[in-house]
């Protein structure tokens, strides 16, 4: 034997070592391969077929009718059609499909295929490689239908939700001290900030909940409302959200109002949680926001029929004792003087001189009754409005009262009818009558003003004093919960007219009563 022999031996013998090698790599592979010829004959089917599709090895040496029988139907044509380019020569391809095993079982295989070449670099054929990622595709199909299931929770859910891209409102919040920032007052100082913060939102995606709620029908048009609320109604909570970024906490609640575009008020309880999401980079949000604004009406109209029936309760109370009240200086008041002038008329009828004197002190007994029953005429319907009008009416009553209680009224009318409508002028007149009432009793004032404007339609009343003050609201809500009688009556006349009330003072600071009402039918002041 030569040495040239010898040489080629040897070099048959790796060659046949690699091929081997070659096939074991190829033979004990997860994936299902196969070699076609130049022919587009099956020269090469890989043992995995078995594993792949539970068919024998031999049993797929056809490769088209294997291919056709174990597609599921709704995949074959398409199946079929690649396997004419593959045939071909078209180029790399790779395609995704379902099989139907040999023991019924569907499963999904990846195919992709590409040209074979040899050593010299001509095409011999075709090489296939087919993986089963029947776990990776249901895994997909899951994810799929939760995102599916998602949307349709997302959209159609009757509770408006929202989503924000926080990240670069988040950049620009790391600029600021977060110290300082942790605090509500850091921002409620900087309202600057707050504008160009609220400017950095930006909302991603809004159901149809929330585009209804905001009247808006597309998400750029909610995101202009939107904006627009968090430097106005909703500036509260907008501050609470940022102070809550800037603790990195995870999530607040509050309730706020929003208002849209339309310029409807809504009362919302607001919820704000940040989105975890290890996959994207966006820092995300998600915003519910629960509708109250009904619940609202409807507790403010309970609220109201409360007060009402409140009122109607001390109405009642404060006519009795109205009633008791006349009764007692009825019997106390006129009924003693009447009593001592009829015994002062028996005893003068019984003397034989009848002395002048004492026809005075009986003439000035009965004047002192007279003056009486006026006086409680006065108390139970003001004359002077019948007789003299609004304007002159209420300049006696300031005279009266400063007669009365040395209290100084600076009075002041500007365009002033001299008659209004019956109902209205007596309303006007109880009320200002129950402010004079409350500031000499309570207010320790010495100067007091009553002002009355007519303009456009409406009357304005303002009545001011110089006395201790007191905590408005406290009052109002002390009054309304007790069913008082001051301030809600005088408030309650004033909306019987459509008309608006405001009260303001604080203590050591006087107090001032306003109200408008309306000189024209069908108008309201009332919020």
Known sequence: MTPKSIDNDERLERLERENERLRAIIDYTYDWEYLIDENGDLVYNSPAFESVTGYEVYQGTDRR???????????????MR????EERGEGRGSIEFRIRTK????????????????GAGRWIGRRASNRDVTERKLAELRVALNERRYRRIFDYSPVALWKEDVGALLKRLDRVDRTRATEREFFKRRPDLVGELARMVNVVEANNA??????????????????????????????AELTSLARGAAGFAAETSLVSKRGAERVVHLRWAPVEDEISDE?????????????????????????????????????????????RELHDGVGHLLMVANLKLEMLEKAENRDPDKLSEIKELIGRAGGEVRGIVRSLHPVA??????????????????????????????????????????????????AFN????????????????QRDRELSVSIEDNGVGFEAKKELDVSEEKGGFGLINMR???????????VESVPGGGSEIHFVVPLAPGRSFIA
């Open 438 to 453: 409350n500031v000499v009793r309570h207010a320790g004032a010495t100067e007091a003003s009553l002002q009355l404007f």
């Open 283 to 327: 820092s995300l949000a998600i915003v519910s926001a629960v509708d109250l604004t009904r619940v609202k009406q409807a507790e403010k109209v309970e609220k109201n029929f409360e007060r009402k029936r409140r009122t109607a309760a001390a109405l009642i109370e404060a006519v009795e004792n109205e009633r008791v009240r006349i009764s």
């Open 210 to 239: 929330a585009l209804r709620m905001m009247h808006v029908d597309s998400l750029e048009m909610f995101q202009v409302a939107y904006r627009r609320s968090l430097v106005s109604s909703g500036y509260d909570a907008f501050v």
């Open 82 to 85: 690649h396997l004419e380019e």
């Open 385 to 434: 409005l019948d007789n003299y009008g609004l304007k002159n009416a209420l300049s006696l009553l300031c005279r009266e009262i400063e007669t009365a209680h040395g209290l100084q009224v600076n009075y002041i009318t500007h365009r002033i009818s001299d008659k209004y409508d019956r109902r209205l002028e007596l309303t006007v007149y109880r009320v200002i009558q129950e």
């Open 103 to 118: 023991s019924g079982e569907e499963r999904w295989i990846s195919h992709k295929c590409r040209p074979a070449y040899d």
């Open 492 to 502: 309650e006349r004033v909306e019987s007219l459509g008309g608006g009330f405001h």
């Open 65 to 79: 009718m294997m291919l056709e029988n174990i597609v599921v139907r709704e995949d074959k044509e398409r199946v």
